[in-house]
């Protein structure tokens, strides 16, 4: 049985310009050149996109024009995310207005909130709005940690349709999937997706798919057709990749990756640095040569 929003799922970088404004003619390639791959959606203004860089109405321009060009050729998720309740409520309902399929948030984050605190923003959001709400699960960035049974009290709403899990904690995925067999459920660190196909996964929403969705997409039919020594020697393939990024920043990196694919994607905005020539050096004789032109 497939769920309506399995499968892979690209977290969307930003392309900024030499003028530090955001690429839309650069973004609009990346999208096209994604939906002939045959991705299943695209998570929006995420971790990877630089949501937390970007102004308000930055965020609202991605989040416009990305449906602009996509139209109903696959899902979208917008990550709404911010520390204020009132503004992810703001952007909920933008992304209504726009119609994307549902939407996702960070935790609030920074401030220690309580988990009282915490789960009235996400009802305070899905209250205001009619999408549903895929958590996403960061720890390691929001600082917040969602256990086992504070994830129960969000997805027994079947308003809460499922989770996506950026942590290396595949027991605590394990134990959210076996307990709720009907919701969707994320991979989030790609370079682990087949065990989180494993802890029953249904899909994967990733930075590194931007350029390379068709090497997920394989080790996801890899699995589901039962080849898993295929689906690991394919993660190993992947994950020589992936270590080349974690070497110079990641997101840095895949902005290389596409630059020089052609897709002018610039660099990421201060204060992530920028990347050396040596670092550009490494990407173009590591990851190039692994890289599917458009
Ligand atoms: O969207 C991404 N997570 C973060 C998920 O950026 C925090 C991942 O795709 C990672 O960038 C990737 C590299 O660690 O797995």
Do not use: W
Not at 75 to 96: D, F, N, P, R, S
Not at 174 to 201: Q, W
């Amino acid at each position: 049985m497939t769920k309506p929003f399995s499968g892979i799922y690209p977290a969307l970088l930003t392309p900024f310009t030499k003028q530090n404004e955001i690429n839309e003619a650069a973004l609009t390639r990346l999208i096209e050149y994604n939906i002939k791959k045959g991705v299943s959606g695209f998570y929006v203004t995420g971790s990877t996109g630089e949501a937390f860089l970007l102004s308000f109405e930055e965020r609202k321009q991605v989040m416009k024009l990305v449906k602009e060009v996509v139209g109903n050729r696959c899902k979208l998720i917008a990550q709404v995310g911010c520390i204020a309740t009132h503004q992810a409520i703001e952007l909920a309902k933008y992304a209504e207005t726009l119609g994307y399929d549902a939407i996702s948030s960070v935790a609030p984050y920074y401030y220690k909130f309580s988990f009282k605190e915490v789960k009235d923003y996400y009802f305070d959001i899905v209250n205001a709005v009619s999408l549903p709400m895929i958590i996403y699960n960061i720890p390691s960035f929001s600082g917040v940690n969602l256990s086992v049974d504070n994830l129960n009290e969000f997805l027994k709403d079947d308003r809460f349709i499922g989770v996506k899990h950026t942590s290396n904690d595949y027991f605590a995925l394990e134990r959210f999937t076996s307990a709720h067999p009907d919701k969707v459920f994320y991979n989030g660190f790609d370079e682990m997706m087949l065990a989180g196909l494993i802890m029953g996964a249904d899909g994967a929403i990733g930075s590194t798919f931007n350029f390379m969705a068709e090497k997920f997409i394989k080790l996801q039919s890899l699995f589901s057709a039962n080849k898993i020594a295929e689906a690991q020697a394919l993660q190993t393939q992947i994950n020589e990749i992936i270590a080349v990024l974690c070497e110079v920043g990641v997101m840095a990196g895949e902005k290389e990756v596409l630059n020089q694919l052609g897709f002018e994607f610039g660099d990421c905005r201060k204060p992530f640095k920028k990347l050396t020539d040596s670092e550009k050096l490494l990407i173009t004789q590591k990851i190039m040569p692994f890289v599917e032109k458009e």
